[in-house]
């Protein structure tokens, strides 16, 4: 009879990929509540239950590494990623209860803005993610994690605008705190989608 040491698959790249789903769900939910200019109660907790899915994902992630001898990946790399991922949602989270917190007109032209290039960050996140385990799809994952640059670039673009007509227009020092906060946190979530295009370039980097 064989033995054989290998450990029972543990699939990381499916509950990586469930991860980037579920802030796929979290920025379009986002996205649909910014055009419609309110955070309402039910929208707030529909993006908080996304959040407290990616967090259970996370902790499920770090659970199976610690009772996983082989990897498909470096260890370091798979945390590095679920954690870096399940920031993403924390921030969309974030920018939720804050807007509804400030009572703030969300359906702002460059919120509007954000809100599409986030989508659209994590919906390219989410594509090299579902790849980033197929060696022969390395070229496509990089494609995508190059878009996710050019929208962070974009979001650059965007706060600079939004912050320069917040100076010139908005003359209630309070509303120009509100809204420079909200523009800020919406750009450092575009940095964060970027750092994990950064981390998994280095994965393919590592295993090309």
């Not at 929208?43 to 994902?57: A, C, M, P, Y």
């Not at 594509?127 to 962070?152: F, G, P």
Request: net charge negative.
């Amino acid at each position: 009879m064989s033995i054989s040491f290998m450990p029972k698959e543990v699939k990381f790249f499916d509950y990586l990929n469930m991860q980037a789903e579920n802030i796929v769900k979290a920025a379009d939910c986002f996205k649909h509540a910014v055009k419609k200019g309110s955070f309402d109660e039910e929208t707030v907790k529909k993006i908080k239950n996304f959040e407290h899915e990616g967090d259970t994902l996370a902790h499920e992630i770090v659970d199976m590494l610690n009772r996983t001898f082989i990897t498909p990946i470096d260890r370091e790399d798979i945390y590095s990623l679920a954690n870096i991922l399940d920031d993403i949602i924390d921030m969309v989270n974030s920018m939720s209860g804050r807007i509804r917190l400030y009572k703030l007109d969300a359906s702002d032209d460059h919120m509007v803005q954000f809100a599409e290039t986030i989508d659209q960050s994590a919906q390219a996140l989410a594509n090299a993610v579902k790849h980033m385990h197929d060696t022969k799809r390395a070229r496509r994952v990089l494609d995508y994690c190059i878009e996710v640059n050019r929208l962070e670039n974009m979001g650059d673009q965007i706060r600079e605008k939004a912050i320069g007509r917040l100076f010139d227009t908005e003359k209630d020092p309070i509303m120009v705190i509100k809204w420079k906060e909200i523009y800020e946190a919406a750009e450092a979530t575009l940095d964060t989608c970027e750092h994990v295009a950064k981390v998994i370039e280095a994965i393919l980097v590592k295993h090309g």
